[in-house]
């Protein structure tokens, strides 16, 4: 366990209160409503509030809340790569670099990067690197920095909209904007768009259909660009569940745009009517 | 302040295209996002923030779609956003740069400008002594041609290798330095290709000076 | 990223249009894995090991079991630790902390490969709830990459779990109620775990318009982008994932899912059959060793 000793440490051995709360027996049942009243088996996502170009000092940010999920994105570059191999003298380089607060978590989390922070930033670059023509940015490095302020489940798809809402504003090139949808199967049933608590539901024992879905998908090229799961699910299921994140992510695409056309029509100077 | 001097750039825009009355400028109102497609690739031109892709144009960036057509040719489709471009020094582009060190194989400057737009972050950039001038390349002291400090115009010649960073040449009678200081601080004024004078204390510095093109000079 | 080949056009249409009609520079076809070398109990200091040399890719695992505690979360289970260790060995790019992003991006991808219920029984590995379980160390080592490291690695953590032995203990309670740990005294005595679980790794490749199964990394250089699937004997999905720069639209997600599907399920069968014939040889079978 990596430590920083610049910062003021807790007590070495410290656990959360939530630990000695007693579980419910039988979890969640899989079959009646969810917690939030949305449905289940349907497509039905949470509603988002995102916003454009909140911090002034960066290339291009972005906003987006869903449910009590928060997360923050900011673009810099593209700018000189400070590490540098033959491929940067071609195309650029893209860095994702993504981040949970420590209280983002019910657990407190630590201020240094762990694996699973490490994870999150590999999944998200490679989510992302299909969208962005970095051809274009030779020996250059455009980095996007994701903070994840509040995680209530299905943070990585929604860090990847949100990143590539940042990667627009900065006025990066991008064949595409990526949109990201997750998914929770649970047996026969699945829920869209995760809370964390339907995401730890690990539902009856038995269950050979449980796990969960992450889908970056690029609307206009018809096109995936990240795609993860894990828990154990069947081919068929998997399947499904893809599409039914691709459905999930069409859902998000009107508001998108719709929000960037804003911050886009705002910092512009728009052209005068003809 | 910055709206005016945007409304001024403009106003001049549409001067410009009064004057040449033969080249049309259609700007749409119609704001296009990453991906979506803009045209059949045999109607238009690719310019800026557009890719091709299957036959047809698409748009890479969030902006306002601009239609430039000079005379029976193909019209120009870029995609446009009102805020700066992003510029990366590019092979053949004139840079504004500042010398940061000099030694006696090159001097190391800091790229600040790509033709007229600034960069935000800045570029790193190498003039090696042989590319300094274009006769006598084997007389050339980088000690007589900059000094730290110093503003300097030159072009890209390429970007590099893995090592370097961008080598960029002044090779020209167009380019070398443009701004220098003398010892006694103050700005010297060019007095030939290779001399520079200070003001105050009439001092002569060996400079490899750039004639300024009326072109290059901003009000 | 990793070891990258310099691979020139012409090779890349060459390479390109073999699979386009189901050959393959080596003579394979499109879903064929390479010559697969595997063997157990290569390390003696271990409680449990296995090397795999699949093509010239060669992965050696070795397995350490230890007592600790266990999670709060779960306190009737044991865990498992996975550290994938990209030596300097298999390619100078790894030396000194090359490797490091590689190994940590492997072994996040086995965490979420055994993020499941039924690929191990972490139920056996409890010895006292909420005190006591076993942890198992599963550290591996690339000894040389040649292409799909994922799918070697994999399977050789199946053989390496197979071959684990973890020691009998007992929980003895004195008088005043305090527990004692006692240890078998017979090393023979000891538990074995079930592996008929534990999924497999397939990586498909696409390259053009198809997909191939066990790249070399002249296949994978012409490979814009990749899916890791880990598979059951069951046919059963316990981690996917997108890996490499480009994007795939979703029908050929949906054939390389299917695909490997197919391959991972057959990859078990001779596994498992192969790994049973070498314990059954026990001692009397001969070690090739390392590079033999």
Redesign the interface.
């Known amino acids: 366990m990596p430590t920083d000793t610049k910062r003021v440490r807790g007590p070495d051995v410290s656990q959360s209160p939530s630990l000695f709360v007693c579980q419910p027996a039988d979890g969640v049942s899989p079959q009646g409503p969810r917690a939030d009243g949305r449905r289940r088996d349907q497509v039905d996502v949470r509603p988002v509030f995102v916003r454009c170009g909140l911090v002034s000092q960066a290339k291009g940010s972005a906003y987006i809340e869903a449910g009590n999920t928060k997360l923050m994105c900011c673009v810099y570059g593209p700018r000189e790569t400070e590490r540098k191999d033959e491929t940067d003298m071609k195309c650029g380089r893209l860095t994702t670099d993504m981040r949970f607060a420590p209280f983002s978590c019910p657990e407190r989390g630590s201020w240094i990067q762990g694996s699973q922070e490490k994870d999150f930033s590999t999944m998200l670059q490679e989510s992302l690197q299909p969208a962005v023509c970095l051809h274009k940015y030779p020996r250059s490095q455009i980095e996007v920095n994701m903070m994840v302020l509040e995680n209530s489940g299905s943070v990585l798809a929604h860090a990847i909209t949100c990143a590539s809402l940042a990667l627009a504003d900065a006025g990066i090139e991008m064949y595409d904007l990526v949109l990201g949808c997750s998914l929770r199967q649970n047996g026969a049933s699945y829920v869209a768009d995760p809370t964390s608590a339907e995401e730890n539901d690990r539902g009856p024992d038995q269950s050979r259909n449980q796990g969960s879905l992450t889908v970056a998908f690029l609307p206009s090229l018809n096109q995936i660009s990240g795609l993860q799961s894990d828990g154990e699910m069947s081919e068929d299921t998997l399947t499904a569940g893809v599409r039914t994140c691709i459905e999930g992510c069409y859902k998000l695409y009107p508001l998108v745009q719709q929000v960037l056309s804003r911050c886009v029509s705002r910092a512009a100077c728009a052209p005068p009517p003809r | 302040m910055q709206q005016a001097r945007r409304a001024g750039d403009h106003t001049n825009m549409v001067f410009h295209f009064l004057l040449h009355g033969h080249i049309m400028h259609t700007t749409s109102w119609f704001l296009f996002f990453p991906g979506e497609k803009l045209c059949s690739a045999e109607d238009c031109v690719l310019g800026t923030g557009v890719y091709l892709r299957h036959g047809y144009i698409h748009s890479s960036l969030a902006g306002y779609v601009v239609r430039k057509s000079e005379g029976k040719e193909l019209p120009m489709i870029s995609v446009v956003r009102g805020t700066e471009l992003q510029l990366l020094p590019d092979v053949g582009a004139i840079v504004t740069c500042k010398v940061t060190s000099i030694n006696p194989r090159f001097a190391k400057v800091h790229i600040l400008k790509v033709g007229s737009t600034s960069l935000k972050d800045h570029f790193k950039g190498t003039i090696r002594k042989e590319d300094v001038r274009a006769t006598e390349k084997d007389k050339v002291e980088i000690y007589k041609s900059f000094r730290p400090g110093d503003i300097v115009l030159a072009k890209v010649m390429s970007l590099g290798n893995v090592e370097s960073s961008y080598l960029l040449t002044t090779a020209e009678n167009e380019l070398g330095v443009v701004v220098a200081h003398s010892e006694s601080g103050a700005v010297m004024v060019p007095i030939s290709w290779s001399e520079m004078q200070c003001p105050l204390t009439y001092a002569k510095e060996l400079r490899k000076v750039a004639r300024v093109q009326a072109k290059h000079l901003e009000a | 990223m990793m070891a990258a080949v310099e691979v020139s056009e012409a090779e890349k249409v060459y390479i390109l249009h073999g699979i386009r009609d189901d050959l393959r520079v080596d003579g394979r076809g499109c879903e064929d894995y390479r010559h697969m070398e595997i063997e157990t109990d290569v390390v003696s200091n271990t409680d449990g090991s296995a090397k795999v040399t699949l093509g010239h890719t060669v992965v050696l695992v070795g397995i350490k079991t230890e007592i600790g505690k266990p999670r709060?979360?779960v306190p009737n289970e044991g865990y498992l630790e996975f550290f994938v260790d990209c030596s300097a060995n298999a390619t100078p790019e790894f030396e000194g902390r090359g490797g490091e992003e590689l190994g940590?991006?492997l072994?996040?991808t086995l965490y979420?490969?055994f993020?499941?219920?039924?690929s191990i029984d972490l139920k056996r590995l409890c010895i006292s709830p909420g005190e006591h379980c076993w942890v198992l160390y599963v550290d591996v080592l690339l000894l040389q990459c040649d292409g799909n490291l994922y799918d070697a690695m994999s399977i050789a953590i199946k053989a390496a779990l197979f071959n684990t032995k973890i020691p009998k203990v007992f929980i003895s309670s004195d008088d005043e109620g305090g527990k004692d740990i006692e240890l078998s005294d017979d090393p023979y005595d000891c538990m074995r775990l079930n592996v008929e679980n534990v999924p497999c790794i397939v990586t498909l490749c696409k390259v053009g318009h198809r997909h191939i199964v066990d790249a070399t990394l002249q296949e994978k250089a012409c490979s814009v982008?990749s899916?890791i699937m880990s598979v059951?004997h069951k046919?059963?999905?316990?981690?996917?994932?997108?890996?490499?720069?480009?994007?795939?639209?979703?029908e050929s997600?949906?054939e390389m899912?299917?695909a490997g599907?197919r391959v991972g399920k057959a990859l078990h069968a001779p596994l498992m059959k192969l790994l049973e014939q070498e314990e059954s040889l026990g001692k009397k079978q001969q070690k090739v060793g390392f590079f033999g």
Request: proline share 6%; aromatic share 2%; net charge positive.
């Open positions: 709060p979360m940590t991006e072994s996040n979420r490969v993020n499941n219920k039924h982008a899916l059951t046919g059963t999905v316990t981690c996917t994932r997108k890996v490499g720069g480009g994007s795939l639209d979703p997600i949906f899912t299917e599907k």
